[in-house]
C-alpha cells in the first residue's frame, strides 16, 4: 500500500482500468478508491431535456470524467413526469458507481409535495457524491409593465388584484415556486399560467400574453439587452458575476425572496462509500480547471464542490423551506 502511495497519477489510473483497489493520492490526500467495472458504461442520467442547466453539467463533467476515468462516459436524457421518469430509474440503478444522476433544486425535493404516490425517496434512494454548481434566476417584465424598479412591481400588483398573470414553464418547475415565494413575502396575488416547457412560456411573455416571469439570469440578459424585457432584480442572496449591475431584490427592500438554484451528483443509495469519496475527489479537481469555471460562468453558473456533506445539508435545507411555500401557496399533491 506505501509503494502504491508513490505510484504516478498514469499509474493510478491504469490501475484503476484494470479493477485493482488502491490508494490514489489527489491534492496530497490519500483517498480509498473502487474502481467501476471495467469495460462499462458510465451513464449520467438527466431527468430533464437536453440544452437545461442540468444537461449542460451532464455533458461537461462527463466529458472530463471520461478522460479521467478511461471509461466511456454517456449522458441520458430520461424525461418525463417533472423529472420523475429519469429520476426513478437513476434510483433503481445498479450500485457499481457506473450509474449516476444529475440533480437539481428545487424539483429533486419539492416532487416530494407535488405528487403523492412518487416513485423513490430523495434522502434515502441516492447517495450524495457533489454539489456541482449554483445557477441564479431573475425577475422579468414584458415592457409594456409600467415599472423599472422591483419595489414598484408589488405595488402595480395590488393595484390589480387578479389581474396580472406571470408564465412559468409548468407547475413545480423553479420559475413557478420562486414567484409563488415571491408572492407569499410580498403578499401580492398574481395569476399563473403554467406551460408545457420553457418555450412557450418565454415567447408568450415576449408577446406580452403574460406580463412576468422568473427566468435564468443568463437567458433574461440577451432577451433585456434587446428591449425585449425588463429585469428588475435577481432572487440571489448577492449580485451575480454575469449581471453585477443587477440589484438583488434583497438589496431593493424585498426580503426573503432568496434563490440559488443547486445542481448536484447523485448515485444510488447503496453505492460504496469507497466510490462515493472517489468520484467527489475526482469532480472536485475538474471543478477547478479554468476552463470549466470560465464554461460554466458563460452559461450563468458558478462552480461549488466540496464534500458530500454539502449536498446533503443542501437537500435538507430544501425538505424545511420548501413546505411553508406550497402551504401559502395551495399548491397540493395530485
Not at 280 to 285: F, L, M, Q, R, S
Request: aromatic share 6%; glycine share 10%.
Amino acid at each position: 500500500m506505501i509503494r502504491l502511495a508513490i505510484l504516478s497519477m498514469a499509474s493510478v489510473l491504469r490501475l484503476l482500468r484494470i479493477g485493482t483497489a488502491a490508494v490514489a493520492v489527489m491534492a496530497g490526500t490519500s483517498v480509498p478508491v473502487v474502481a467501476q467495472q471495467p469495460g462499462r458504461l458510465i451513464k449520467i442520467i438527466v431527468p430533464q431535456t437536453p440544452g437545461t442547466g442540468p444537461d449542460i453539467l451532464a455533458r461537461l463533467i462527463g466529458a472530463e470524467l471520461q478522460k479521467q476515468l478511461g471509461q466511456s462516459v454517456i449522458v441520458i436524457n430520461r424525461t418525463g413526469a417533472s423529472g420523475n421518469i429519469g429520476t426513478q430509474v437513476a434510483a433503481q440503478a445498479g450500485r457499481d458507481g457506473n450509474t449516476l444522476m444529475i440533480a437539481s433544486s428545487p424539483s429533486f425535493v419539492t416532487n416530494t409535495y407535488l405528487f403523492k404516490n412518487l416513485p423513490y425517496d430523495p434522502r434515502t434512494d441516492f447517495a450524495p457524491i457533489i454539489e456541482i454548481a449554483h445557477g441564479s434566476i431573475a425577475l422579468v417584465v414584458h415592457p409594456s409593465v409600467p415599472v423599472a424598479s422591483a419595489p414598484e412591481f408589488p405595488e402595480y400588483i395590488r393595484k390589480r388584484p387578479g389581474q396580472i398573470n406571470y408564465g412559468s414553464p409548468g407547475t413545480g418547475t423553479p420559475h413557478h415556486l420562486v414567484m409563488e415565494l415571491f408572492k407569499f413575502r410580498t403578499r401580492t396575488n398574481l395569476v399563473h399560467v403554467p406551460y408545457r416547457g420553457t418555450a412557450g412560456a418565454v415567447t408568450d411573455l415576449l408577446g406580452g400574453h403574460v406580463s412576468a416571469m422568473f427566468l435564468p439570469t443568463h437567458v433574461a440578459l440577451p432577451l433585456a439587452k434587446d428591449g425585449r424585457i425588463r429585469i428588475l432584480a435577481v432572487a440571489s442572496g448577492k449580485r451575480v458575476l454575469v449581471a453585477p449591475h443587477v440589484p438583488t431584490l434583497g438589496e431593493l427592500g424585498i426580503s426573503g425572496v432568496e434563490f440559488d438554484s443547486w445542481f448536484g451528483l447523485v448515485a444510488p443509495a447503496g453505492t460504496s462509500p469507497e466510490t462515493v469519496a472517489r468520484l467527489n475527489t475526482i469532480v472536485n479537481e475538474i471543478l477547478r480547471s479554468p476552463h470549466i469555471i470560465q464554461q460554466l460562468g458563460q452559461q450563468g453558473l458558478a462552480t461549488v464542490g466540496g464534500p458530500p456533506e454539502r449536498l446533503r445539508t443542501s437537500i435538507e435545507n430544501d425538505f424545511a423551506e420548501w413546505p411553508v411555500v406550497f402551504q401559502e401557496a395551495g399548491i397540493k399533491a395530485e
